[in-house]
T-cell receptor
Framework: AQSVTQPDIHITVSEGASLELRCNYS??????LFWYVQSPGQGLQLLLK??????LVQGIKGFEAEFKRSQSSFNLRKPSVHWSDAAEYFC??????????????FGAGTRLAVHP | DVKVTQSSRYLVKRTGEKVFLECVQD?????MFWYRQDPGLGLRLIYFSYDVKMKEKGDIPEGYSVSREKKERFSLILESASTNQTSMYLCASSGFGTSGSTTRQYFGPGTRLTVL
């Protein structure tokens, strides 16, 4: 069965420090992978996605993620965190069905706190 | 700009009341989804709909029903609200097809429901 694991429930970093949020997935075929961000009281906004091709993908707000098939991972990175990055981050894998009715399987989320 | 709207940001209801949560999308998407979000559990799929009047149960459908009479509108119904249904409810939509772009989901801002 498809699943997504985000091992870190909470992470705290200092402003200006680098960040890596981990995501591991279980999926039988080539995955579609997504990272979403949720600011407090808001819906989910897409940060970046991987469908195929270059395994290093760039997203909005200076984020990037690298798809590693051998490790079944899709970790999110940012070289220098800003206080406004404090939010909850969700990794998701697309469970695409042949009938076209696609679903997303979400991880439990990682809550990021940023110290000034 | 694509948009998914939800009828209420905050809602307070009493145990036993019938509750309607409404979601509207303006992207002509075939698929629409209702999720429940609880701390530490990520997003859990309640129901999704792949066409007008068509629906499919998600992972946690008990205590909920849905209605989709028009393509742009998807309603979540709590027939008799209970305190354990206090949660954040997120609506999303996506297109039809097996590509990565149609797997991407667009989210509304969420409805925080409190059942007293």
């Amino acid at each position: 069965a498809q699943s997504v694991t985000q091992p870190d429930i909470h992470i705290t970093v200092s402003e200006g420090a680098s960040l890596e949020l981990r995501c591991n997935y279980s999926y039988g075929a080539t995955p579609y992978l997504f990272w979403y961000v949720q600011s407090p009281g808001q819906g989910l906004q897409l940060l970046l996605k991987y469908f195929s091709g270059d395994t290093l993908v760039q997203g909005i707000k200076g984020f990037e993620a690298e798809f590693k098939r051998s490790q079944s991972s899709f970790n999110l990175r940012k070289p220098s965190v800003h206080w406004s990055d404090a939010a909850e981050y969700f990794c998701a894998v697309g469970a695409h069905r042949l009938d076209g009715y696609n679903k997303l399987i979400f991880g439990a989320g990682t809550r990021l706190a940023v110290h000034p | 700009d694509v948009k998914v709207t939800q009828s209420s940001r905050y809602l307070v209801k009493r145990t036993g009341e019938k509750v309607f949560l409404e979601c509207v999308q303006d992207m002509d998407h075939e698929n629409m989804f209702w999720y429940r979000q609880d701390p530490g559990l990520g997003l859990r799929l309640i129901y999704f709909s792949y066409d007008v009047k068509m629906k499919e149960k998600g992972d946690i459908p008990e205590g909920y029903s849905v209605s989709r009479e028009k393509k742009e509108r998807f309603s979540l119904i709590l027939e008799s609200a209970s305190t354990n249904q206090t949660s954040m409810y997120l609506c999303a939509s996506s297109g039809f097809g097996t590509s990565g772009s149609t797997t991407r989901q667009y989210f509304g801002p969420g409805t925080r429901l409190t059942v007293l």
